[in-house]
């Protein structure tokens, strides 16, 4: 039994030989749908008897754990750290979903900060993690802290490999390759208790802990807010539409009181990203510096923050590195007195500003005009603004990790999904670039060569 006035476990108690850590699935939307972590619950259960077969575990304690509290509330991740700071051996069923969860990296990266020893001299083993496919998932589709674990598990059965465990519990046609799993299953798990020591550690902060699972980058997005809070506002500016903070910037009540940021995060989720939301002065060093990116980019501009002169050339020099894989959408409230006031003036400020970067937004526009005059505008334009640059990224990630001397896709053409965010007329490819700190030609519609400041493409 766990003391908490300690922070350790009573010696004279049994310690529980498995954490079972596994992704909750949400039920169906549909009529009649059961409880999709049925099958889960059974496995265990299943686990759970063949272990005791196994072992002179004694009865009246659990042989393991499973968490089936939905994740919710402090008594649960207080009681998940106490298990995880005791259990002998860690058992992650392996699923996209198990990869994508913040709750299951945490599982790990929690059970991980123990130390293992092997129970003799002779041993080998120095790993308490045995990880079951619960579907099929290859190397590739698995985080680096998963494929170091080398593990093999053609030892539970061709079927198991080829089908996952979920498939062996739901179709009777693979019963007994399910039972001789489970059986091979439950007897590494002891083989694994036996082998290592892995001493009872402190019950961790759960919620506190990081995920073991880095997320791709392809998946972040970092939405930037360039803005003012409330306290900054120039003379004669309208205090209603700020908060304390910059990101509290909420350009279109009353139509929506809710920051911008906030309705951008939502919608790059519905795209099926992990935003976060910063102020642009957290990534301003970093972007001028033109450091490698380690995510696509969303700048939220208030033009109205381009009235002040340190402000408007920050975002001039911005502006003139040009990453690609940012992509800057400009909020304007055509229902704000201030803003119809102050129309031309800012928008003719702007202008001058992002010269390069209002070019390149006005294909994410139906009409070509670059106004986002209302939250529909905003939202409409949103999903090509985030798109265009993730594809940037991809590009200029693709462009670092390709091997010297070759092409990417060995050569092969690819359709460019990208173009179909295009909707201005082909570029002439044939004329020649410049430099971005030069004055801009006089062609309006000619902005810089994609790809030549950064490394990406539009």
Not at 12 to 20: I, V
């Amino acid at each position: 039994m766990y003391d908490e006035e300690s922070g350790g476990w009573d010696e004279g108690a049994e310690r529980p030989y498995f954490f079972l850590s596994y992704a909750h699935v949400p039920r169906a939307r549909t009529k009649g749908a059961g409880d999709p972590n049925q099958w889960v619950s059974q496995l265990y259960e299943d686990l759970c008897e063949a272990v005791l077969a196994l072992t002179d575990y004694r009865s009246g304690r659990p042989v393991g754990f499973m968490d089936q509290s939905m994740h919710q509330g402090q008594l649960w991740a207080k009681r998940l750290s106490q298990e995880l700071a005791t259990c002998r051996v860690f058992v992650p069923l392996y699923s996209p979903r198990y990869f994508s969860s913040l709750a299951c990296g945490q599982e790990w990266h929690s059970f991980t900060q123990r130390p293992v020893f092997p129970a003799r001299q002779t041993s080998e083993r120095t790993s308490g993690i045995v990880p079951v496919l619960w579907v099929p998932m290859s190397d590739r589709q698995l985080p680096e802290v998963a494929r170091q674990l080398q593990f093999n598990h053609r030892g539970f059965g061709r079927e198991y490999e080829d089908e996952g465990l979920y498939a062996l519990m739901r179709l009777g046609y693979f019963r007994k390759a399910y039972e001789l799993a489970v059986f091979r299953l439950a007897r590494r798990i002891v083989e694994v208790a036996e082998n290592t020591v892995i001493p009872p550690g402190r019950a961790l902060d759960f919620n506190a802990q990081p995920s073991a699972f880095p997320m791709p980058r392809t998946k972040q997005l970092r939405i930037s807010v360039y803005s003012y809070a409330q306290s900054e506002l120039p003379e004669g500016r309208n205090p209603d539409y700020y908060g304390t903070r910059r990101q509290d910037w909420h350009p279109y009540q009353p139509a929506s009181a809710r920051p911008v940021a906030e309705h951008a995060a939502r919608v790059a989720r519905q795209l099926g990203f992990e935003p976060t939301v910063h102020e642009f002065e957290e990534d301003e060093a970093e972007l001028l510096a033109g450091a490698p990116p380690n995510a696509p980019g969303l700048v939220l501009l208030d033009r109205w923050a381009l009235k002040d002169d340190e402000r408007r050339q920050a975002v001039a020099r911005f502006d003139q590195r040009n990453p690609p894989w940012v992509s800057v959408l400009e909020p304007w409230n055509a229902d704000d007195p201030d803003c119809v006031a102050e129309d031309r003036p800012l928008t003719e400020l702007s202008a001058r500003t992002l010269r390069y970067k209002r070019r390149e937004s006005k294909p994410s526009f139906r009409d070509g005009s670059g106004e986002l005059s209302s939250m529909a505008d905003f939202e409409e334009a949103l999903p090509r603004a985030v798109m265009r640059a993730k594809y940037a990224f991809e590009d200029r990630t693709a462009a670092e990790t390709t091997p010297p001397g070759q092409q990417r896709d060995s050569g092969r053409f690819r359709p460019r999904l990208r173009e179909a965010f295009d909707q201005d007329p082909p570029r002439d490819r044939g004329r020649p670039s410049y430099d971005p700190h030069d004055e801009p030609p006089d062609d309006e519609e000619e902005g810089p060569q994609p790809g030549r400041f950064g490394g990406g493409h539009r």
